[in-house]
Structures are given as structure tokens and as C-alpha cells.
């Protein structure tokens, strides 16, 4: 089983990608965050698998990137957002995400990825 963290400043965002998750017996969704402080916090202690987050949050400028990447230890960042061009992708990787998903195709990308990444730890 997958263990998930959840971050996104909107909660009716949270709650869609919630039941989305909810479809899948293999991911357990262990926290919701919104904001990234609150996201680097219920990471340490949690210690999920995947966070997935939003690269755009209203607190984005007040975190560092490196306080981020500080706290994925063996953790895969998934970040998402609505804007997928070069500027955003060179943001979600500074804070050590291993893909940017598009929101508007985040039902057809995210389970997919998150099955492809507990077949990965199965072997």
C-alpha cells in the first residue's frame, strides 16, 4: 500500500483529489495539507511515500525550496498544477518533484502513476 500526503490551499480541490484517491484499495491517503509550511510539517511526521502537491500555493514565496526537499526523505514528490509550460516545470523540480501533473488531466495521470510507482517497490 501507498501511503499518501495530499497538499492543495483549495478544499474543494483536496476533497476531489480525496475521492479520486479513495478508488484505489493500494493508496491510503495518511494527511490533507494546505499550505506548503503545513505540507512540510505533516511530511516529517508522517513520512508518506508520495506527496501530492500543488506547485502554486498561497504561501509558496515564504518557503524555501530547500526546506521542502529537506523534508522528502525517501519520499516521491508528485506536484501538480493547472499551467504545465517551462517556467512551471523548472519551479516543481526546484522543489525536487519527480513530475508535474496537469490538474485538468490529473484523473487520467495520477493513479496511473501511483500504480506504475507500488509495482516499482513490489519488485
Given at each position: 500500500?501507498?501511503s499518501v ?5 483549495h478544499?474543494f480541490?483536496?476533497?476531489a483529489i ?5 478508488d ?5 491517503l495518511?494527511?490533507?495539507a494546505?499550505s ?6 505533516l ?15 498561497s504561501?509558496e ?10 523534508s ?6 508528485l ?8 517556467e ?5 523540480k ?8 496537469d490538474k ?7 493513479l ?8 516499482s517497490?513490489?519488485?
Amino acid at each position: 500500500m501507498i501511503s499518501v500526503l495530499l497538499a492543495d490551499d483549495h478544499q474543494f480541490v483536496r476533497k476531489a483529489i480525496s475521492e479520486l484517491l479513495k478508488d484505489d484499495a493500494n493508496v491510503r491517503l495518511v494527511a490533507e495539507a494546505g499550505s506548503f509550511r503545513e505540507t512540510i510539517d505533516l511530511t516529517v511526521e508522517f513520512c508518506p511515500d508520495v506527496v501530492v502537491m500543488d506547485i502554486h500555493m498561497s504561501d509558496e514565496r515564504k518557503v524555501k525550496a530547500s526546506d521542502l526537499k529537506s523534508s522528502l526523505v525517501d519520499c516521491y514528490l508528485l506536484a501538480m498544477s493547472l499551467w504545465t509550460d517551462e517556467e512551471t516545470k523548472v519551479l516543481a523540480k526546484s522543489f525536487g518533484a519527480v513530475t508535474l501533473l496537469d490538474k485538468t488531466k490529473l484523473a487520467s495521470e495520477l493513479l496511473p502513476f501511483l500504480r506504475r510507482y507500488a509495482q516499482s517497490r513490489a519488485h
